[in-house]
């Protein structure tokens, strides 16, 4: 059982560039999300989706797009990278009602340079 | 808005020693609260999830209470050991999960 599968784990990009976080799991959750980390910072909420074809916007949704066409995958989308965005990236999911713990991935350290 | 705090942001002890890290927040209104292990440069490992209906959690060595009315809980840790050394997070959730900025631990063998 592989959890959440997050890819890549390291990247550098220009500012300017565009790139696609890819995030995975093999659990049939249907809530999933991501977040980013910061020094002296707790995560903070970019994006969410309760289930196929419903997303959502967390805390700091500027800068990203997400979409999601499976219950599997929830891809995080830097559209122009800026250096604001250097940061570890985390997906989570979770199932839907109960109280469930989340379950997250390794992360996705990126720096824009 | 839901904040977290997590008080010290660091602490350093002997082995053998009891930890006691704290975590407080703003709204009582959640349905759980989770505590994480986070490694330098990896992801985060859930150590306990308490529901909020429930007053504390126990996992081996590892012991976490929670006072809704109060906003706060508190991981105990027994014995410490230097394998113990890490950041621990504690997240509240509502609506979304809301993080503290976490406690980094060092334990001096």
């Known amino acids: 059982n592989a959890g959440v599968t997050q890819t890549p784990k390291f990247q550098v990009l220009k500012t300017g560039q565009s790139m696609t976080l890819q995030c995975a799991q093999d659990?049939?959750?249907?809530?999933m999300s991501w977040y980013r980390q910061d020094p002296g910072m707790g995560l903070r909420l970019i994006h969410y989706s309760v289930g196929a074809g419903i997303t959502d916007q967390g805390e700091v949704p500027n800068g990203y797009n997400v979409s999601r066409s499976t219950t599997e995958d929830f891809p995080l989308r830097l559209l122009s990278a800026a250096p604001s965005q250097t940061s570890v990236y985390f997906c989570a999911s979770r199932p839907t009602g109960g109280q469930q713990p989340q379950h997250f991935g390794d992360g996705t350290r990126l720096s824009i340079l | 808005k839901q904040e977290v705090t997590q008080i010290p942001a660091a602490l350093s002890v002997p082995e053998g020693e009891n930890l006691v890290l704290n975590c407080s927040f703003t709204?009582?209104?959640?349905?759980?609260l989770q505590w994480f292990r986070q490694d330098p440069g990896k992801g985060l490992t859930s150590l306990l999830l308490i529901q909020s209906s429930q007053r504390e959690q126990t996992s081996g060595r590892l012991n976490a209470s929670l006072d809704k009315s109060s906003g706060r809980s508190t991981l105990y840790i027994a014995a410490s050991q230097p394998g113990d050394s890490a950041t621990y997070l504690c997240?509240?959730?509502?609506?979304?999960?809301?993080f503290g900025a976490g406690t980094t631990v060092t334990v001096r063998a």
């Open positions: 709204d009582s209104a959640i349905y759980n």
């Open positions: 659990m049939n959750h249907e809530y």
């Open positions: 997240a509240v959730r509502d609506y979304k999960l809301s």
